[in-house]
């Protein structure tokens, strides 16, 4: 089946710091590929997303390439703002012919910035 | 546009009772997704309802049941509540059926079992 793997947290980083959040995947086909955030008592907002290899999803600073050679789709921000702690959640979904699909998501990773 | 919008927001209930929550999505979108978040499983996948149909489902037993509107409107039931049932359920929706498209999620109902 799917699945998506997220580095564990928490991220612990330093303002103006540099941000990597680590997902790979495992999937039969082609997936696109998202990246949510969740603040504190909200909802998912969605962040970024690509739809084929070697895309590249950016927003608000953050940015992440679909790699197909290597199943991953990195987040990345170069300057992270306290204001950027939040869950992150990479998630997959793919619609196979003929079958249904059940999105995946991976387990979240939290951020925390520090002034 | 308002977003997606979700009742009751917090729900205490025990164990043996039922539940309904509500999800109104986006104007426009025919696509519900409902999924479950727990500390211990993270955010699952329960079932997708497009144009009043349920389209998709995941890995939950027959206790969650939903259904939508001809308004795009939906409600899921959970029956014979347990322990483990406690979690926020999220409901996301989108212009068309699942696949690629992009999910707006609402806040959630935080639904706790006594």
């Known amino acids: 089946g799917n699945s998506v793997t997220q580095m564990e947290g928490p991220v612990t980083l330093s303002e103006e710091a540099f941000l990597t959040i680590n997902c790979t995947y495992t999937a039969t086909g082609y997936p696109s590929l998202f990246w949510y955030v969740q603040y504190p008592g909200e909802g998912l907002q969605l962040l970024l997303k690509?739809?084929?290899?070697?895309d590249k999803g950016s927003n608000k600073g953050f940015e992440a390439t679909y790699r197909k050679e290597t199943t991953s789709f990195h987040l990345e921000k170069g300057s992270v703002q306290v204001s950027d702690s939040a869950v992150y959640f990479c998630a997959l979904s793919i619609l196979p012919a003929g079958g249904s699909y059940i999105p995946t998501f991976g387990r979240g990773t939290s951020l925390i910035v520090h002034p | 546009k308002a977003g997606v919008t979700q009742t009751p927001r917090y729900l205490i209930k025990t164990r043996g009772q039922q539940v309904t929550l509500s999800c109104s999505p986006i104007?426009?979108?025919?696509?519900v997704s409902w999924y479950q978040q727990t500390p211990g499983q993270g955010l699952q996948f329960l079932f997708e309802y497009f144009s009043e149909t349920q389209r998709n489902k995941g890995n939950f037993p027959g206790r969650f049941s939903g259904r939508q509107f001809s308004n795009s409107r939906s409600e899921m039931n959970v029956s014979t509540l347990e322990l483990g049932d406690s979690a926020l359920y999220l409901c996301?929706?989108?212009?068309?059926?699942?696949?690629?498209?992009?999910?707006?999620f609402g806040p959630g109902t935080r639904l706790t079992v006594l």
């Open positions: 690509a739809t084929k290899a070697d």
């Open positions: 104007s426009g979108h025919r696509s």
């Open positions: 996301a929706s989108s212009l068309d059926e699942g696949g690629t498209d992009t999910q707006y």
